[in-house]
């Protein structure tokens, strides 16, 4: 089993941890609950050392990332995050993944689980371009997260990166190694729905940066939280997690996710077989979301969903206790076109049926 630089660290604070894709990593600190409510309302440190990062290098670098994506990068700029997709030729998803734009380098950063497919892909798919070359940085470098509308005060203490607090949404900054700090990553990116930065450096230097940011908060500002928080903080903000919402049966169309494709774009890998999709309609299924306003057991993962009649029409995909709203909430995959906004469902949990409403998502959007 691996472990983070961070793991120790973990051990020291009483952390329950679990296996998690060949990691072991934290499940929760003080409970789930506490650390969801706690990155609503200050921030939260998470530990996202498990994650794949993988660097490509060469002048053509970039054209290849826009071949192998379909990200929209005819602006792309060094400093841009971009959220994307690594397809097939079906347009069937590999992985979601975030790609940082740099000059000559840039970085996928993909999730555990589908590290080593996702690598062999992009190494496979790399052999026709001769000018650059593909570095696995997933065990040289680490990566954290820090999430909450407090993490802005937070970031300004780490020095030389006062400016890393005004970053834009989806950019990213880079610091150069100096006597009093690592070489690191900045980016105004997340998993939470919270303004909040994510946080990249050299293993050697993640257990450093975790306890300058946790001493930075001490008094209760920051607190340390685990995966548990994490997917029920991305649910409410309605963010896919791989295994569940994408998987290598699905395609982004169908989780909702066309505008993070650029059709525009002559060629990308899968772009044929979306423009047959967009051209037959409605995807053979779409992603919605949907809550429960009355109490009652929480959808999981596999349970049907039927029509007020009783009808089949589709899976759940993602279901928690929201812990911010106060109800039972969740995504699902439906196969009827007819479905809208405000329809009456059932879901079959454990044998009975329970009400449910689709909603718009996101099911929380946090305040400007």
Partial sequence: ?????????????????V????WEMPLYYHGITEEHLHTRRSASLFDLGHMGRIAVH???????????????????QPGDVFYSFL?????????????????????????????????AWILEKAKGWKSITIEDKSFTWSMMALQGPSSGKIIMSLP???????????????????DRWPEMIISATGYTGEHGYELYMPCDSALKVWEVLMDAGAGGIVAPAGLGARDSLRLEAAMPLYGHELNNNTTPLEAGLRKFI?????????RD??????QSGEPKQKLVGFEMNQRGPVPRPGMKVLSFTGEPLGEITSGIFSPTLQKNIGMAYITSPETKVGQEIHLDI???????????????????
């Fill in 1 to 17: 089993m691996k472990r983070t630089p961070v793991y120790n660290w973990h051990m020291a604070h009483g952390a329950t941890m």
């Fill in 87 to 119: 397809l097939d030729e079906a347009g069937h998803t590999i992985d979601d993944i975030t790609i940082y734009v740099g000059r000559e380098t840039q970085m996928l950063v993909v999730n555990a689980g589908n590290h080593d497919e996702a690598l």
């Fill in 262 to 270: 650029d059709f525009k774009k002559s060629d990308f890998i899968g």
């Fill in 160 to 178: 030389d990166a006062e400016s890393a607090k005004s970053l834009p949404y989806y950019k990213f900054m880079t610091f150069k190694k100096c």
């Fill in 19 to 22: 296996a998690f894709n060949g």
């Fill in 273 to 278: 077989a979306l423009c047959a999709v967009e």
């Fill in 58 to 76: 060469g002048q053509d670098s970039l054209d290849f990332i826009n071949w192998l994506t379909p990200a929209a990068f005819n602006d792309a």
């Fill in 350 to 368: 454990r044998g009975r049926n329970y009400p449910a409403i689709i909603v718009k998502r996101p099911f929380y959007k946090r305040m400007k």
